[in-house]
């Protein structure tokens, strides 16, 4: 169980294009929806909470009104990349949490899509 | 901000041998988790150890916190070549939000 779906597993686009990724829970209800960002080699640096139904908080540094957080239901959340360039080149991955306590899974485990590969030429 | 440091940060080892990872954390923590990363995956969680306890154990895989010198280790025994992946510790501190490391790369050897 706990299985969360991401889609597409690997985008390419132009610069100045935007690109949607969707970040589904297929069998639970996700509350509260994380949105991570990965560079080779390194760790998730995470870039906002989505709380379904409410605003995404948004980590310091990153830019909400590039990346766009929507969490219209407790099964979907999507992050948007607005007028993507090459530095946005990255692997996002999104995960989510069942507990509503906080931004974290709070005594108990994140579940993660397998990433999505985004590469801006 | 992160929290957790793994160390090492790469580990080579031959099938059938132990791994052991350390990660150190900075401040109080609710829990400590372990997660896989495949290559190009998504994480997968491997285990909780909530702040009470000392140790802990999943299959092959054991686990130890020691709150007193904020430093948790992971244990894999008898490896095999699908061990192989990039380990994170990841840290529930006060404030609940969750805080990767920055991984261990482990390579077993067949």
């Known amino acids: 169980g706990a299985v969360v779906s991401q889609h597409p597993s690997w985008v390419i686009c132009k610069s100045g294009t935007s690109v949607k990724i969707e970040c589904r829970s297929l069998d639970f209800q996700a509350t509260t929806m994380f949105w991570y960002r990965q560079f080779p080699k390194q760790s998730l640096m995470l870039m906002a909470t989505?709380?379904?139904?409410?605003?995404?908080?948004?980590e310091q540094g990153v830019e909400k009104d590039k990346f766009l957080i929507n969490h219209a239901s407790l099964t979907l959340s999507t992050l948007t990349v607005t007028s993507a360039h090459p530095e946005d080149s990255s692997f996002y991955i999104c995960s989510a949490s069942i507990n509503r306590q906080g931004g974290g899974s709070y005594n108990s485990p994140l579940h993660f899509g397998n990433g999505t590969r985004l590469t801006v030429t | 901000s992160q929290q957790g440091e793994e160390d090492p940060q790469a580990l080579s080892i031959q099938e059938g041998e132990n791994a052991t990872m350390n990660c150190s954390y900075k401040t109080s923590i609710n829990n400590l988790q372990w997660y896989r990363q495949n290559s190009g995956r998504g994480l997968v969680h491997l285990i909780l150890?909530?702040?009470?306890?000392r140790e802990k154990h999943s299959g092959r895989l054991r686990v130890t916190l020691d709150t007193s010198k904020k430093s948790s280790s992971l244990l894999i025994t008898a490896s095999r070549a699908a061990d192989t992946a990039s380990y994170f510790c990841a840290t529930v501190p006060n404030d609940y939000k969750l805080s990767f490391g920055a991984g261990t790369t482990v390579t077993v050897r067949a």
């Open positions: 989505s709380n379904e139904g409410s605003k995404a908080t948004y």
């Open positions: 150890i909530r702040s009470n306890e």
